[in-house]
C-alpha cells in the first residue's frame, strides 16, 4: 500500500488537484481546504458536508497530522505560553505565545536546530537537524489557534523567530505564509507576519524577484563588522555592507518598514561605538530598532546588561542620533523563554 498523503502538506491548488485526481467533487477541494485551515479540524470523519463514502476513502488515501506537546510552561510573571512540540520523527521544536494587551502574538519555529549559530543563541548548540515541513510550520499555529478558541480568544499576530532561520527554509515558510493570510483560512493579514533573519541575503532577493511583502525584522545585534562576524558568523558570508545594500532595494520596492533587532550583551555591544554605529547602519531606513535583553542561556558567557547602562545605550540612539527605538521587555524568563532553551533543558534531563 502507498504511504498515506499528508493534508496539510498540500496547498489549496495541490490539495483541489489530489481530490479531484482521486475521482471526488472538485467542489470537495474547497470544503475539506476550509476544514483544515479555518477549522482547524484533525480528523476527516469530523468533515460533515463530505459524504460518507468520500471520508471513507479519504481515510484510506490521506490523513491529517498532529503535533504531540511534549512539554507545556506559563509564566507567572507575564503569561508567556511555551511548547516544546514532537514531530512526527521524534524530534522537537518551541512555540511561544506571547500575550500582551491587545495581542496575542505566537512565535513559531522554521527548523529543527539552526545552521546559522550565532554565539549567543541556545538553539544552534546541538546544530541543525532538518527543516520543518508545511505541515509543521502550519501545526504550530493550528495548535495553539485551537486552543484559544476554547478561551473565546484567537491568535494577532504570527512572527518566524523561534528556532530556526526562516529564509533557509524559503518555500516552506512563503507558502505557509500565504496560507496564514489567505481569507478562507485562519485570515491573519500580512501585515501582522514578519519574518526574522539574520540576514541571508540571497532569501532576501528571492522575497524581492517574485515581489513577496513581507514584515522584515533582521536579527542585527551588532552593526560593527568585526563584532558580528564574532557572535554572529553569518556575517562572514553577507556583511553588512551587502545586507545594507540589499535592504535598501527591499524597502524601495515594498515600502515597508524594517525592524532591526538588536539582543544587548554586557560589556559586547553597548558602548558609545556601537550604538553610533547601529545608528548610521539604521538612518537610510524606515526603521524601528528593538532593543531586547539578554535573555541568559546556561554554557554562554553572555549576560544581562544593569538598567542604568541600557538607558544609556537607548539615550545615545534615541536622544542624540534620533533612533526609532524601544526597549522589547523580555519575556518568559521563568519559563526557559529564550529561544531553545526548554528544548535544550529536556533533552538534558531526557540523557
Not at 471513507?56 to 511534549?70: K, R, S, W
Not at 512526527?88 to 527548523?111: A, H
Not at 501585515?191 to 541575503?201: A, E, L, W, Y
Amino acid at each position: 500500500m502507498s504511504q498515506k498523503i499528508n493534508l496539510l502538506n498540500l496547498t489549496k491548488k495541490e490539495l483541489g488537484d489530489f481530490i479531484v485526481e482521486k475521482g471526488m467533487k472538485k467542489f470537495y477541494g474547497k470544503q475539506i481546504y476550509n476544514w483544515i485551515h479555518k477549522k482547524y479540524v484533525r480528523d476527516i470523519n469530523d468533515m460533515s458536508n463530505i459524504s460518507l463514502k468520500d471520508r471513507e476513502m479519504l481515510l484510506e488515501l490521506a490523513y491529517i497530522p498532529f503535533l504531540n506537546l511534549l512539554k507545556y510552561q506559563v509564566s507567572k510573571v507575564d503569561r508567556t505560553e511555551k511548547f516544546l512540540f514532537q514531530l512526527e520523527d521524534g524530534k522537537s521544536i518551541e512555540t511561544v505565545l506571547i500575550r500582551t494587551k491587545d495581542r496575542n502574538t505566537l512565535c513559531i519555529s522554521s527548523q529543527v536546530g539552526c545552521a546559522v549559530n550565532c554565539d549567543f543563541c541556545a538553539t544552534g548548540i546541538n546544530g541543525f537537524a532538518r527543516n520543518l515541513e508545511l505541515s509543521e510550520i502550519l501545526n504550530q499555529v493550528y495548535t495553539v489557534e485551537r486552543r484559544l478558541i476554547k478561551q473565546n480568544e484567537n491568535l494577532t499576530n504570527i512572527v518566524y523567530m523561534g528556532m530556526g532561520e526562516p529564509l533557509l527554509n524559503f518555500e516552506n515558510v512563503i507558502k505557509s505564509l500565504e496560507m496564514f493570510s489567505d481569507e478562507e483560512g485562519i485570515n491573519i493579514s500580512k501585515r501582522k507576519i514578519t519574518v526574522s533573519t539574520s540576514g541571508i541575503i540571497p532569501g532576501i532577493e528571492k522575497l524581492l524577484e517574485r515581489k513577496i511583502h513581507v514584515e522584515l525584522a533582521i536579527s542585527l545585534h551588532s552593526a560593527i563588522d568585526q563584532k558580528r562576524d564574532l557572535i554572529m558568523p553569518i556575517n562572514k558570508t553577507y556583511p553588512l555592507i551587502d545586507l545594507h545594500t540589499t535592504l535598501v532595494a527591499y524597502q524601495k520596492q515594498t515600502n515597508r518598514r524594517i525592524t532591526f533587532e538588536y539582543l544587548l550583551l554586557n560589556n559586547v555591544n553597548m558602548s558609545e561605538g556601537d550604538a553610533n554605529a547601529l545608528a548610521n547602519f539604521v538612518h537610510d531606513f524606515d526603521h524601528m530598532v528593538n532593543l531586547i535583553p539578554y535573555n541568559p542561556v546556561e554554557g554562554k558567557p553572555y549576560e544581562t546588561p544593569a538598567e542604568k547602562k541600557i538607558e544609556k545605550f537607548l539615550s545615545i540612539l534615541e536622544g542624540k542620533r534620533k533612533v526609532n527605538v524601544s526597549i522589547r521587555t523580555t519575556k518568559g524568563t521563568d519559563i526557559d523563554g529564550a529561544c531553545g532553551q526548554l528544548k535544550r533543558k529536556v533533552e538534558k534531563d531526557n540523557k
